[in-house]
């Protein structure tokens, strides 16, 4: 076996680099930004499905939090080099939520049909107590969604989960709840 291979293997089977030498998945990004969220704000994330079938499943979950703020929902994609921007979007900008009334995603204005691949989308639902603005770093669009065409560079990744958490810290004071869904043919 390469020697230089095997001084970095104990690292790469640790996780610490992230795949293909050097660049941040959008996934990684979410799981940062979700690590800084407040702990203590109650964010529940109820009815999403484990999978949907590609093509023919939508993506529908309910969201409730015990504090007013507005609502963000980013997916890391199955292709594993996107990331969505899901609420707001360009047909459904309110994304004020208010403590303990439960909201039902998408609204009737707009659906999230699963269109692969095939694999696992990972989906941030945070809800901020005051407005944020991402595009200056979603600057793609897919339909009405905002995206970040990735890979992008590991410092790019990590300057993107500060931005979007909006903080320096290591707690921010956001509430986020992190979840899977499977896309299946």
């Known amino acids: 076996m390469n020697t230089r291979l095997c001084r970095w293997l104990p690292f790469l089977l640790l996780g610490l680099f992230p795949p293909a030498w050097g660049e941040s998945r959008p996934a990684e990004v979410l799981r940062d930004i ?7 704000q109650t964010l529940r994330v109820e009815g999403a499905p484990a999978s949907v079938r590609i093509g023919r499943d939508s993506l529908r979950f309910t969201v409730t939090t015990d504090r007013d703020g507005y609502l963000y929902v980013l997916m890391a994609g199955s292709d594993g080099r996107q990331l969505t921007q899901l609420l707001p979007n360009a047909v459904d900008a309110d994304n004020r939520l208010q ?3 439960p909201l039902t995603l998408p609204r009737s204005t707009w659906r999230f049909r699963a269109a692969g691949p095939a694999g696992e989308d990972h989906l941030l639902v945070m809800v901020s107590p005051e407005p944020r603005d991402f595009s200056h770093l979603l600057t793609g669009r897919v339909g009405p969604f905002r995206t970040l065409d990735a890979p992008s560079r ?7 989960a500060q ?5 320096a810290g290591s707690v921010c004071a956001y509430g986020a709840a992190l979840f899977s869904v499977r896309e299946a043919p």
């Open 154 to 160: 590991r410092e790019r990744g990590i300057r993107i």
């Open 163 to 167: 931005d979007i958490a909006g903080c």
């Open 34 to 40: 979700h690590a800084r969220r407040d702990a203590g």
């Open 99 to 101: 403590a303990g009334k």
